[in-house]
C-alpha cells in the first residue's frame, strides 16, 4: 500500500448505511449538478482510495449534499450545505463512500459483478427515468443523467457497483436464524405480567392537616433559598410588534366564504353518534356462536379475549359511528350499553361489546358564526400583515426608530425583560422565532423585521443588560409559601404511608388502610394514569405478597404486589412475539455481521485520504 503523502490521513470508517434504493432517490430528489458538484475544479477528481477503488470527488460531493438533504428533510427546514458540513455532516458522507469503496474492492477481489442485462434491468426500474406513458423513456433517462451531472457510462458504472455490492453484503449478513434459547428467554422476560394494589396519598388523606406556616419560617425559608427566588440575568428589549389579532376585528367578511367554510368543515360540526365498542373477530360462525354462548354460562368477555391469546388494547376499537362498523352498525347501535352481540364485520364473525354511548352533536351555521368570523378576519389579518413586511424592512434599513415604525406601519411598541433560554410571562414570549431572536440579540445588533409563527411580525432592539436580583420577599412570598408546603405535604405523606406500610405488613388488609386500586394484571411496557415509569420497575423487581412506598415528585403510594403471572407460552399473541422477537435478533445479528464485515475489508484495503482535497471539496459546495 502506498505511504501517506503530505495532507493525507489513514482512517477506519464507521458502518455505511447506504442502499441503492437510498442513493438513487437522493440523487434525483436534490437535482445536484444545481448544488454546485462542479465548482471544485476541473484537475480534482480523486480524495483518495480503497484498496484499487478511487474515491472520487464528484462522488464525495455528492454524498455530502444527500447527506445534507436528509438533515433538511429530518429537521423539516431547508438547511445550506456549508452550514450542515459545521453539524459533522461531511464526516458521516465519507464513512459511508469510505464503506461502500472498501465493500466494492472487496467484490472486485471475490470476482463478483453483474452483467449488462441486470444493471439495464436496474436502469429500467427506477420511476425517475420513466415518460409520460408510465414506461422507460431514453430522453428522460439522458435528461435526468444530464441534469444531475452523470454521464451514462459513469451511471451505469455506478450502478453495476451497487448492485454487485447489494449481493456481497447480502450474502454476509442474510440467513442468520435467532437462537431459540435466546429468543424464548426474551419472550419470557417481557412477557411477564403483574398484579398489584395501591393507596395513593393526597393531602386529603392526612390525619392532621399541614400547620400553618409564620411569617418568619416563610422569611427563613426565602433567604436560606434565595437562589431559587433570584431572578436570572436579563435583556431589556424594546420592540415593535404587529398581531393578527391587532387587525382582525376592522376586517370585513363575505358571507358566502362564511357558508363556504361552514360547508367545508360541516364534519365538525355535524357529529352523528358513536359508541364505544371492542370487537373480536373469529375464524367462522361456529366458533364466535360457542363463545357467545359461554357468556352465559358466566364466562366474561374478558375471558374470550384471553381465549384467543389477545391483549385487551387489540379489541379495542375506541369510539365508532354506526356508518364505520359496516353491516355490524345497526345491531351495534340497537344494543344496550355493556351487552355483547354477534354480528359480522369486515374481518368476519364477530361478537361486539358495547361499553358507552356518546350522542351526535349539530352545531348550525348560526351557532358556527363567531368562531367562522373571527378565522376569517384573523386570516385576513395575517395577509395584510405579510403585504407590509417588506414596507417594515425598508423602513428599517432606512434608520427609522421603533417609534417611527409603530406610528407609519401601525405597529405597537414595548419593552419587556427576556432571560435567555428561559421563556417569559409576556405573550410576545410564547413565539419560538422571537425567543429565538431575543437570544441571539446583542447590543448594536441592527433590527429587522421577524415574522412569527401565526403570521405576525416583530422587530427588536438591544436597550441595556439586567443583572440578576433576588426577587423582593413580598413578590416572591406566594412561590416561598407553595415551596414550603409542598416539602411539607411530601414530608407528611411519606410518614403516613410508612405508618401504613407498617400495619399493612402486621396483617391489616390494604382496603381497611384507605382507598385501594387493584390491577389484575400490568405488563413491563404498561403505564397507570398519574403514576410515575418507576412504579413499573419497582413491580418488577418486587416478591410476590412484598410491600413498599414509592414516592417520585408529588406521587406517593403504598403499593402491594399480589402476583406474578409468566408469560403464556401458547396462543396465535405468543407465537407473534416469539416471531416479532426471533425477527430483531436476526436483524440484530445481520447488522453486527455487515458492520464486522465492513470493517474487516476497510481495514485489509487499506485506506488513503488527501484531506487537502476534501477539505477543498466541502469549501466549493453551495
Known sequence: MAKATEGETRRKPNKGKSTLTWLMTGMLILGLGGFGVTNFGGTLTSIGSVGRIDLSARDYARAV??????MSQQIGMQIAVQEAIGFGIDRQALAG???????DNAALQAGLSVGDQTVAAEVMKQA????????FDPAMYREVLSRNGWKEADYENSLRRDVARALLTGAVSGGFVAPAPLTDTLHRWIGERRGFSMIRLGETDLQEPLAALGEDELKAHYEANIADFTRPEAKRIRYAALLPEDLAADQPVDEALLRALYDERIAEYVIPPRRLVERLVYPDATSRDAALARLSEGATFEDLVADRGLPMDAVDMGDVSEQELGEAGEAVFAAETDAVIAAESALGPALFRVNGTLDGKETSFEEAREELVSELQIEEARHLINQRIDEIDDLLAGGASLDELASQTGMKTGTLDHAPGAQGTDPLEGYQAFRQAADALQPGDFAEAIVLDDGGVVTLEFVETVPAAPIPFDEARAAVEA????GQLRAALLEQALRLKAEAEAGAALDTLGRAETTAEIARDGSVDNAPASLIAALFSMEEGEIRVIEEGDFVALVRL???AEADETGEGAAALKAALAAQIEQAIAQDAYAAFADAVSAEAGITLDQNAINLVNSSLQ
Open 97 to 103: 463512500l469510505v464503506t461502500r469503496a472498501a465493500l
Open 562 to 564: 399480589d402476583s406474578i
Open 483 to 486: 415551596a414550603m408546603q409542598s
Open 128 to 135: 425517475a427515468f420513466t415518460g409520460s406513458s408510465g414506461a
Open 65 to 70: 449534499q444527500q447527506e445534507a438533504a436528509r
